[in-house]
């Protein structure tokens, strides 16, 4: 079974809806941030990635924001489809430290 | 998974039993990771790699040891198992430290449960 996936916030989004998922970073002078997909049973999948000095980034079907300001980053996702269904997640890091991860959010998509 | 294998894919073993975890890459990435998952928790550094023979320990590195005599092989090896070593296991790669803002790839991990 999925245990990673377990006491995780979960999203619910219809098929073809646009989803947004959000993600609060704790460290302020993290200067670069990373989106990983994990469906399960698999390993966590890069999908996107921003740096400090931009607000928006986007990539095929994904666009990630920046805020700094309130220290928080969201992952939007159009035109959802049932293959992305799977646990979000982001991760923070600045220069000379490890990567700090969040724990996640499922994402289920309804038919 | 971005050429990376681990193995085995799950494992059953008891407490007070050595257990060895082998990450193969095929990138010729410098930067290897161990990371560990749990439930309710994001993934947990324990050690990493910037070199052949080079390692360093990261957050939850008690009761674990890493070896890497060749570029492609990172191996984590838990010395006594305990059951709080139960886990899923993900090692990573990156191509530079990158100060630490450099994408990291993850292999598909491994299952262990200690009874």
Known sequence: GESVGLHLPTLSVQEGDNS??????????????????????????????????????????V??????????????????????????FCAEAFYGQNFVFGPGTRLSVLP | DAGITQSPRHKVTETGTPVTLRCHQTENHRYMY?????????LRLIHYSYGVKDTDKGEVSDGYSVSRSKTEDFLLTLESATSSQTS?????ISESGGGGRETQYFGPGTRLLVL
């Open chain 1, 20 to 61: 947004i998922i959000n993600c609060a970073y704790s460290n302020s002078a993290s200067d670069y941030f990373i989106w990983y997909k994990q469906e399960s049973g698999k390993g966590p999948q890069f999908i996107i990635d921003i740096r400090s000095n931009m607000d928006k980034r986007q990539g095929q079907r």
């Open chain 1, 63 to 88: 666009t990630v924001l920046l805020n700094k300001t309130v220290k928080h980053l969201s992952l939007q996702i159009a035109a959802t489809q049932p293959g992305d269904s799977a646990v979000y």
């Open chain 2, 34 to 42: 161990w990371y560990r998952q749990d439930p309710g928790h994001g």
């Open chain 2, 88 to 92: 899923v296991y993900f090692c990573a």
